[in-house]
Nanobody
Framework: VQLVESGGGSVQAGGSLKLSCAASGLSFSVCSMAWYRQAPGKERELVSSISSSGRTTYADPVKGRFTISRDNAKSTGYLQMNSLKTEDTAVYYC?????WGQGTQVTVSS
């Protein structure tokens, strides 16, 4: 099983990034998937989730700014992040069917 994140990088506050999570070795379409993040010195926290049926949840700090989606045909999940803030700086991890990706760094500068 592999979950490979991509799309992280450095951006100025107010900018946008789109993260991708490409899954292999698992039946992605039946998996719930989620994005977590971990900032330096902080615990890993849930950012957003999407069920196999497409039901979504968002943490309060990202509501209205982030959008989670999935393309089961491509076994890929996405996290569109708009209006980024410095406090969004963290390593972002993909989770699906109890497996974790390696993480991708997102850095937002003021």
């Amino acid at each position: 099983v592999q979950l490979v994140e991509s799309g992280g990088g450095s951006v100025q506050a107010g900018g946008s990034l789109k993260l991708s999570c490409a899954a292999s070795g698992l039946s992605f379409s039946v998996c719930s998937m989620a994005w977590y993040r971990q900032a330096p010195g902080k615990e890993r926290e849930l950012v957003s989730s999407i069920s196999s049926s497409g039901r979504t949840t968002y943490a309060d700090p990202v509501k209205g700014r982030f959008t989670i989606s999935r393309d089961n045909a491509k076994s890929t999940g996405y996290l569109q992040m708009n209006s980024l803030k410095t406090e969004d700086t963290a390593v972002y991890y993909c989770w699906a069917c109890a497996f974790w990706g390696q993480g991708t760094q997102v850095t937002v500068s003021s």
